[in-house]
């Protein structure tokens, strides 16, 4: 019997390592101060598992991410914890130049499974470094899977998608989302990787977007209801991305916004928007719009709240293309 | 540790098929036969030799760069004609064609290679954790050169390896030179090995040249991160009396290396040469069999070669590259 019951979105990470790391002896956690638990989703987690699974790392990220990725090579399931996603690019060449491209690089004979994760987003006003969102630069390049939930559903079922993946997932959260709290049954299930999500349905324009923006998403189309129809897809997966559902809404809605809380220049809403170019051009009856952060540093302060994609210029964003 | 006589052969016949393959390198490509580039090893490959020597067939190791980790592979006992003919860019190379340079022998826990220097470090940390974690008994052995130690990674690898008491041997081979940069424009002091101290690993250093010598250090090294005592370093000094990758210059800053002490290098510093004459005066072997050693090994580059030119050059259409990005 489905207990209805509802958890936050870090709680619902939290059940997905506590219930594959009983699934699976190899899988375990490494991060930095991860065993106090910065932020709830690993608090707890060494009392119940042991310092060997549950490992706080040194601030040496090549070397954290290399311990994943080494273990990973001989067998082992590794969580490698970012903190803040931003982190990862400390160890640019292990995320972009070795985690993906190594099964390809050795004739693809091996697998590298390792799940990497790291909090994103704009929110807390504290700039560059603690909010950039990576999913842009990750996509950019081949053979990492990258995903962002919206709902404490979406985290856990991703999350055991993530771990139980043959490949490096990065999985991200938005801070925004931290203390988000949504229904997730205490049945098994999970998301798989590259299926997007209707959140709400809609005839006259299609919203693509992810994480925390859905939220805001959802607030302009309730706005908007009676005046303009929208459909809101959550792409949940960035790569692989859902291209068939997105179609399927454009078949229906003939026009397309992306709310993309990354930089605009050369990210996911541009990364969409010319694969629609080129998979559904005459589905459309105007261009695609995107509503992105600007092409400039993510801002600390109190500027943040405008840079960002707000309710108010997703409205103008959807404004436009229904004229 | 002492070496036994059989234990001193099998490093010289490894030694003489390590010089003999890496002048086999020399060949195809300044016959244009390799479709990427080389890095010779000369007479830098003794230290290269004695670290593959006597690992176990599960002992992760990563190769270093320098005469393309060939030495490092040979003496473990891996075929290298599949690498070779991943340097000539044949599907029957290791990786299939795909890298022009990589390996990849996963049945003796060689995963791959990487083209940025020091990535091995983190990466053999990891290696060593699962090691750990599930008690296998296997230990790592991380070479590289003194250049590589310049990389933060190899700073945060000795870190976690000392801090978690880590099977890892971090085997430098230190040549003197940073590509084309002396060590000592580069690093303070003239031995890598001053940094281990510095995480509580032990050290020793070790004449480059003396394949015996470089053996020992091996059997103490892999001996004592064996028994669970954590990692350990090991420095071999050597020489590079050549350019770093077949074709650049050979300077150091802007200055010319000298062409008389490169061959006065290669002639007197030669360790087979070195590694012969022991032999010999020991009574280990005697000229006879030196002799018929070389003798054996002149057959294999002929063979490796023919194995390399009945593969077809890799070509394999995108169509079947893309979908071969991701693992099921």
Not at chain 1, 107 to 123: A, K
Request: aromatic share 8%; hydrophobic share 40%; glycine share 10%.
């Amino acid at each position: 019997m489905t207990e209805l019951r509802e958890i936050s979105l870090l709680e619902a990470i939290k059940e997905a390592y506590r219930e594959e790391m009983q699934r699976d002896d190899n899988v375990y956690l490494l991060g930095i101060s991860i065993q106090a638990g910065t932020f709830p989703h690993t608090t707890g987690l060494c009392e119940e598992f042991g310092p060997s699974r549950v490992v706080d790392a040194p601030l040496a990220e090549s070397g954290m991410i290399g311990c994943a990725f080494g273990s990973a090579l001989q067998g082992m399931r590794p969580i490698v914890d970012f903190m803040y996603a931003g982190f990862a690019y400390y160890c640019g060449s292990e995320v972009f130049l070795q985690a993906g491209h190594f099964h390809f690089m050795h004739g693809s004979t091996f697998p590298v499974p390792m799940t990497m994760v790291g909090t994103c987003g704009l929110g807390r006003r504290v700039a560059n470094e603690h909010a950039t969102l990576p999913y842009g630069a990750l996509i950019h390049h081949p053979g990492i899977k990258v995903c962002m939930p919206s709902t404490p559903y979406d985290a856990k079922g991703l999350m055991k998608s993530a771990i139980r993946d043959n490949n490096p997932v990065f999985f991200l959260w938005h801070i925004g989302t931290i203390a988000l709290k949504g229904h997730v049954p205490t049945e098994e299930y999970v998301v798989p990787l590259g299926l997007a999500d209707v959140k709400r349905q809609g005839r006259d324009v299609t919203v693509l977007t992810s994480g925390v923006q859905v939220h805001n998403c959802l607030t302009v189309a309730e706005k908007l209801k009676g005046e303009i129809d929208v459909e809101i897809i959550d792409a949940r997966s960035f790569e692989p991305f859902d291209r068939d559902t997105l179609l399927t809404s454009i078949e229906k809605t003939s026009r397309l916004v992306i709310v993309d809380e990354d930089y605009e220049r050369g990210g996911f809403a541009a990364e969409v928007t010319a694969q629609v170019m080129e998979h559904g051009y005459d589905l459309l009856d105007a261009p695609v719009k995107r509503v992105c952060h600007p092409h400039m540093p993510i801002p600390g302060g109190y500027m943040e709240a405008y840079t960002t994609p707000t309710p108010e210029r997703i409205e103008a964003g959807i404004r436009d293309v229904c004229r | 540790m002492a070496l036994t006589n059989d234990q001193k052969l099998k490093l010289f016949r490894n030694l003489v098929r390590a010089m003999t393959l890496d002048q086999m390198m020399m060949r195809l490509i300044r016959t244009g036969r390799l479709v990427g580039f080389y890095h010779e090893g000369g007479v830098a490959l003794a230290p290269s030799v004695a670290a593959g020597t006597f690992l176990e067939k599960t002992d992760p190791s990563w190769p270093h760069l320098r005469g393309h980790g060939i030495a490092h592979i040979l003496s473990r006992g891996i075929d290298p004609k599949t690498y070779f003919a991943e340097h000539m860019g044949r599907e029957a190379g290791c990786c299939k064609g795909r890298s022009s340079f990589h390996m990849s022998f996963p049945d003796f826990h060689i995963w791959g290679a990487s083209g940025n220097i020091g990535a091995n470090f983190p990466i053999s940390v990891g290696l060593a954790f699962a090691a750990k974690h599930r008690t296998t008994g296997q230990i790592v052995m991380n070479c590289s050169g003194d250049g590589s130690y310049a990389e933060g990674r190899a700073h945060e690898a000795m870190l976690m390896a000392a801090n978690w008491s880590l099977p890892i041997v971090f085997w430098c081979e230190n040549n003197l030179m940073s590509q084309h940069s002396a060590l000592a424009d580069v690093f303070p002091g003239e031995r890598i090995s001053v940094l281990a101290p510095g995480y509580g690993i032990p050290a020793d250093v070790i004449d480059g040249q003396d394949l015996f010598a470089c053996g020992e250090a091996a059997l103490k090294a892999i001996a004592h991160t064996r028994s669970g005592k954590g990692p350990y370093m090991v420095e071999c000094v050597t020489v590079r009396c050549h350019e770093h990758s077949v074709g650049s210059v050979n300077k150091a800053g802007t200055q010319q290396r000298a062409p008389e002490l490169m061959a006065k290098w290669r002639h007197d510093l030669d360790p087979a040469k070195l590694a012969a004459k022991r032999l010999i005066e020991d009574g280990v072997a005697t000229e006879e069999q030196i002799t018929e050693i070389w003798a054996e090994t002149a057959k294999e580059p002929a063979e490796i070669e023919a194995f390399c030119e009945q593969s077809p050059r890799a070509t394999p259409p995108i169509e079947d590259l893309v979908t071969a990005v991701y693992a099921a």
